[in-house]
T-cell receptor
Framework: DTGVSQDPRHKITKRGQNVTFRCDPI?????LYWYRQTLGQGPEFLTY????????KSRLLSDRFSAERPKGSFSTLEIQRTEQGDSAMYLC?????????????FGQGTRLTVV | GQNIDQPTEMTATEGAIVQINCTYQ??????LFWYQQHAGEAPTFLSY????GLEEKGRFSSFLSRSKGYSYLLLKELQMKDSASYLC????????????FGTGTQLKVEL
């Protein structure tokens, strides 16, 4: 396994369009997280799955945002009716709740630019 | 929530030692992480502290004082490639490994 994979790496979209991003976690990891990062800031938590269950959503996640992890493997993050303020790096991370270090491993991110 | 505070920028000299401090609110605290992030890349895990004391990993060490809500990352024998953002992140009890990040400390290593 080569780590957490995200697709696409870059996305430019016009305001008002819908976009969808995909994340493939490390295969044995049952926890998956989405974060958003803007320039000069640390990542901000958006949402978190354990297997297929979405256990927590940040207040940052407006109604235009939805995330799924239908089979407990890959996840998608959709943003509807994009706004310029949605421009950011969207990071996916995964971790395991097994014994051992609890660190999350991050993907390379999807950089979204809304024009 | 959990406020994570760390300096915005630091500059140090190649070969030297630098200490990056981080303070956090102690309520519900359940672990402190340090990540390194080079520009345009993903954060990569450096260290994890859940008990008081020093954790050493090669040139990198991290310290935690739970009673003071304080941690630091110590980088020894600095190399130019250590120029990056260093992110301090806290985990809360019951948060399922969700992390709250600071803004990151941009470290510049100079000759």
């Amino acid at each position: 396994d080569t780590g957490v994979s995200q697709d696409p790496r870059h996305k430019i979209t016009k305001r008002g369009q819908n976009v969808t991003f995909r994340c493939d976690p490390i295969s044995e990891h049952n926890r998956l997280y989405w974060y958003r990062q803007t320039l000069g800031q640390g990542p901000e938590f958006l949402t978190y799955f354990q297997n297929e269950a979405q256990l927590e959503k940040s207040r940052l996640l407006s109604d235009r945002f939805s995330a799924e992890r239908p089979k407990g493997s890959f996840s998608t993050l959709e943003i509807q009716r994009t706004e310029q303020g949605d421009s950011a790096m969207y990071l996916c991370a995964s971790s395991t709740n097994q014994q051992g270090p609890p660190e999350a491993f991050f993907g390379q991110g999807t950089r979204l630019t809304v024009v | 929530g959990q406020n994570i505070d760390q300096p915005t920028e630091m500059t140090a000299t190649e070969g030297a030692i630098v200490q990056i401090n981080c303070t956090y609110q102690t309520s519900g605290f359940n672990g402190l992480f340090w990540y390194q992030q080079h520009a345009g890349e993903a954060p990569t895990f450096l260290s994890y502290n859940v008990l008081d004391g020093l954790e050493e990993k090669g040139r990198f060490s991290s310290f935690l004082s739970r009673s003071k809500g304080y941690s630091y990352l110590l980088l020894k024998e600095l190399q130019m490639k250590d120029s990056a953002s260093y992110l301090c992140a806290g985990r809360l009890t019951g948060g399922g490994n969700k992390l709250t990040f600071g803004t990151g400390t941009q470290l510049k290593v100079e000759l």
